[in-house]
């Protein structure tokens, strides 16, 4: 006996089924695990364990199913046969399945980004997740960091930068391109390009934060400034007055400290104003014919 439920279930009418032995809508290693579990159940007289099985349905795809079975007794208590609540669950294995295969293409996708991800918790501000960038940046171990705040680590050089990302993702749904600067456990800067939004993790409000460290940037930065720093103290030093105007409209962008002295004008009052500005040439063609050799020949000597 079956009824229209369960004929259902197995994609066949109830006069299709009746006498039909399990093997022959299963595979061998299906029928082969029934077997196994029903010879258990009639050994040990255990009742009502669930099992999950696979069919082969009409059209030749699996059916998952999962029963209830129960071994039957005639009034002596003698064993006669076995009976099964079974219910249809291949659309809960698919999406256990896809669950399964999203998970693990989302860490696979975390593991290879080059730049530190984080999952915060909106509420109390814990880490729920963190990439292995994450951890080789700052120095903390992924057990050291989850379940544990940005606060407690004392990540950020400015706790307050985080309150006001938390602020302004609130108002705009997200953020992009925030510089912020984080802090290594020995206390040394981390300087990053910050992007965040909210996003649904495990039932719950969290950020997810993409940084990116620009250190090496900020040190090329540094070492520039300084060159330049270096470069205009030598101009600064030099006897001779000297002058850096821009070529598309020859306003003075530099001058050094001679120069002031020689013109009688500060740095303030010289520097975005050109030179016919300031009327310093005596026959103001000196000027063009300067300016025509410098186009001519790229240099101007004596």
Not at 165 to 187: L, M, P, Q, W
Not at 268 to 297: A, F, H, S
Request: with cysteine; hydrophobic share 35%; glycine share 6%.
């Amino acid at each position: 006996f079956l009824n229209d439920s369960a004929a259902r279930i197995y994609q066949r009418t109830p006069g299709e089924m009746i006498g039909v032995n399990y093997k022959t809508y299963m595979t061998p290693d299906e029928s082969e695990k029934i077997f196994q579990v029903l010879l258990e159940i009639y050994q040990t007289g255990c009742s009502d364990q669930i099992i999950d099985y696979e069919i082969i349905g009409r059209d030749g795809a699996p059916v998952a199913c999962e029963t209830i079975i129960t071994l039957l007794r005639d009034h002596q208590g003698n064993p006669v046969g076995f009976g099964g609540v079974i219910r249809n669950v291949t659309d809960k294995k698919r999406l256990a399945r896809q669950l399964k295969e999203s998970k693990e293409s989302y860490h696979r996708v975390v593991e290879l980004a080059p730049d530190a991800i984080t999952i915060t918790r909106v509420s109390d501000g814990r880490y729920l997740e963190v990439n292995e960038v994450f951890c080789q940046q700052t120095g903390y171990t992924y057990e050291e960091v989850i379940g544990r705040t940005a606060m407690d680590l004392n990540i950020y050089a400015d706790p307050e930068d985080r309150r006001q990302i938390v602020a302004a993702i609130r108002k705009e749904g997200r953020v992009s391109g925030i510089r912020v600067n984080f802090r290594h456990r020995d206390g040394s800067l981390l300087h990053d390009i910050v992007s965040s939004r909210i996003i649904q993790f495990k039932g719950e409000e969290c950020l997810l934060f993409v940084c990116t460290l620009i250190n090496p940037l900020v040190e090329a930065q540094d070492a520039l400034k300084e060159r330049e720093k270096s470069y205009y103290t030598i101009l600064n030093a030099a006897p001779y007055g000297i002058v850096i105007a821009r070529r598309s409209d020859a306003a003075c962008v530099f001058v050094n400290d001679a120069y002031c002295e020689r013109t009688g004008y500060s740095r303030e009052e010289t520097i975005g104003r050109t030179t016919k500005d300031l009327n310093l040439y005596v026959d103001p063609t000196q000027r063009d014919r300067m300016v025509e050799r410098l186009e001519r020949d790229g240099k101007v000597l004596g």
